[in-house]
């Protein structure tokens, strides 16, 4: 089956801990998205990358990090500079590394919880 | 990238159909519209896409005006299980600022 997969579903934290949040996707998309959801909000995206080795920060980039070695693969680490990390997160991705309007594939996301 | 307007919420009941509309007064020549569907503690699903006049695909009609400073999308014979958060995307190239906003939450009741 093709499509994005995200790891855990569930994540309990501490404060002060770095966590890392997978994305994984079979797609053979050139671009990958994270975007973060509050409760009873709309999604805001964190970062995203066009392409192997390159990313960009989005509107809400900090306390964040991210790499993409992989083309399947983008990983989020969300860290202790982060101060209220608690939250939903969803990674996507899209066939074209050029035009954000293409159709995104979201995962079915992680919802972190720092305790 | 232009920002949108949507109604915050919407009541109907099923077998009606449900238009919900979303205002785009920035838009830009190059913006295409794009409706996404969310269940709650799940990602988004691409709905429709289009640029001008009328898109139809197996489960939405989207209509856009001539001045395409809105857009509506139609959602025929709703059923207990559209009852989801729907929100209006507008832009093409621009990364720099993804604008999914609040959308809009349909309640659809037996």
């Known amino acids: 089956d093709g499509g994005i997969t995200q790891s855990p579903k569930y994540l309990f934290r501490k404060e002060g801990q770095n966590v890392t949040l997978s994305c994984e996707q079979n797609?053979?998309?050139?671009?990958m998205y994270w975007y973060r959801q509050d409760p009873g909000q709309g999604l805001r995206l964190i970062y995203y990358?066009?392409?192997?080795?390159?990313?960009q920060k989005g509107d809400i980039a900090e306390g964040y990090s991210v790499s993409r070695e992989k083309k399947e693969s983008f990983p989020l680490t969300v860290t202790s500079a982060q101060k209220n990390p608690t939250a939903f997160y969803l990674c996507?991705?899209?066939?074209?590394?050029?035009?954000?309007?293409?159709?995104?594939?979201f995962g079915p996301g992680t919802r972190l919880t720092v305790l | 990238l232009a920002k949108t307007t949507q109604p915050i919420s919407m009541d109907s009941y099923e077998g009606q159909e449900v238009n919900i509309t979303c205002s785009h007064n920035?838009?830009?020549?190059?913006?295409?519209i794009t409706w996404y569907q969310q269940f709650p503690s799940q990602g988004p699903r691409f709905i429709i896409q289009?640029?001008?006049t009328k898109v139809t695909n197996e489960v939405a009609s989207l209509f856009i005006p001539a001045d395409r400073k809105s857009s509506t999308l139609s959602l025929p014979r709703v059923s207990l299980s559209d009852t989801a958060v729907y929100y209006c995307?507008?832009?093409?190239?621009?990364?720099?600022?993804?604008?999914f906003g609040s959308g809009t939450k349909l309640n659809v009741k037996p």
């Open positions: 996507a991705s899209s066939i074209s590394s050029g035009r954000w309007a293409d159709t995104q594939y």
């Open positions: 797609l053979n998309h050139d671009a």
């Open positions: 990358s066009q392409i192997v080795n390159d990313f």
């Open positions: 920035n838009i830009a020549t190059n913006d295409y």
């Open positions: 289009g640029y001008k």
């Open positions: 995307l507008v832009g093409l190239y621009n990364f720099n600022k993804f604008y």
